[in-house]
C-alpha cells in the first residue's frame, strides 16, 4: 500500500502525445455547386493523453487557441505550449518531432520488443515509463510496474551521477594544478643544486686551473738565525762544538 502512495506522490504530470496531420477537407456546398471537388487542405493535432490509448483530433488554430486560453487561466503549462509550438512548426517543415525527455527507442536497458510497445502506446520517452499510472500498466500486462520501476532506477541513477561526475572533474583539475606546482618546484630546486655546485667547484679550483699551490716556509722567511750542530754524547748528555 505504502509504494503505492509513494508512486502517485512522485508521479509529475507529462505533456499528452501529439501528432500532426493534414486533411484535405470538402466544402461540399461548394462541390454541389461547381460540380467538382472542392476543399482546402486543414492542419490537425491528433492528441493522445498520458498513459490513454484514446486519441482526440482537434483543428491545429483552434486546439492553439484552447491552450493560449488555459495558459492565461494557469491551467496548462506555458512551456508545454512552447514546445508544442514547436514541434509543429518543426512538422510544416518536415522534420522528425522531437522527444521531450530519453527517447524509448534505442533504450537498450528493456529490450526491443518492449520498446515497440511502449511507443505503440505513445510512450515515446523513458520519463514517461517512469510515471506510468495505472491503466497504462493494466495496459502493458505482465511486466508493466517492473519497466517502470526500471525506468525509475536508471533515471535516478544518471541524475546521481550528474553532481558525482562534477565533483570528480573539480578533484581532477586540483590534481592536475598540484601536480604542475610540484613539477615547477622540482625544477627550480634542479636549478639551484646546479649553482651551488659550480660554485663550490670555483673555490676549489682557480680560474687558472689545476690545484691551488701549496705555501712553504724557509728559516728566512721566518727571520732566525741558524744554530750550531748538536752531538750527543756517548752519556747522553749535549756536548757542543
Keep these: 500500500m ?3 502512495i509513494n ?4 508521479r ?5 502525445y501529439v501528432r500532426f496531420k493534414r486533411v484535405a477537407v470538402e466544402d461540399k456546398a461548394q462541390s454541389l455547386k461547381r460540380g467538382y471537388f472542392v476543399g482546402k487542405d486543414v492542419d490537425y493535432a491528433y492528441i493522445t493523453p498520458p498513459y490513454s490509448k484514446d486519441e482526440i483530433i482537434r483543428p491545429v488554430p483552434q486546439w492553439m487557441e484552447k491552450l493560449e486560453q488555459d495558459v ?3 491551467r496548462f503549462p506555458v512551456q508545454w505550449l512552447e514546445n508544442y509550438r514547436d514541434q509543429y512548426k518543426r512538422w510544416q517543415l518536415g522534420q522528425e518531432d522531437p522527444i521531450q525527455g530519453t527517447p524509448v527507442k534505442g533504450w537498450n536497458v528493456i529490450s ?3 520498446q515497440e510497445l511502449l511507443i505503440s502506446m505513445r510512450i515515446m520517452a523513458v520519463e514517461d515509463v517512469a510515471v506510468m499510472n495505472d491503466e497504462a500498466i493494466r495496459r502493458i500486462g505482465m511486466g ?3 519497466l517502470r520501476d526500471k525506468a525509475k532506477a536508471w533515471l535516478a541513477q544518471m541524475n546521481d551521477k550528474g553532481p558525482l561526475t562534477l565533483q570528480m572533474a573539480a578533484v581532477q583539475a586540483e590534481n592536475r594544478t598540484l601536480t604542475d606546482q610540484v613539477e615547477a618546484l622540482a625544477e627550480q630546486v634542479k636549478k639551484l643544486t646546479g649553482l ?6 670555483q673555490q676549489v679550483s682557480p680560474a687558472t686551473g689545476g690545484e691551488a699551490p701549496t705555501a712553504t716556509i724557509s728559516l728566512a722567511d721566518l727571520d732566525m738565525d741558524p ?4 752531538e750527543l754524547a756517548p752519556t747522553g748528555k749535549r756536548k757542543i762544538k
Design 2 to 4: 505504502q509504494d503505492v
Design 7 to 10: 508512486s502517485v506522490l512522485d
Design 12 to 16: 509529475k504530470e507529462r505533456p499528452a
Design 72 to 74: 492565461k487561466a494557469e
Design 112 to 114: 526491443p520488443a518492449q
Design 144 to 146: 508493466g510496474i517492473e
Design 196 to 201: 651551488a655546485q659550480l660554485a663550490q667547484v
Design 227 to 230: 744554530v750550531d750542530p748538536v
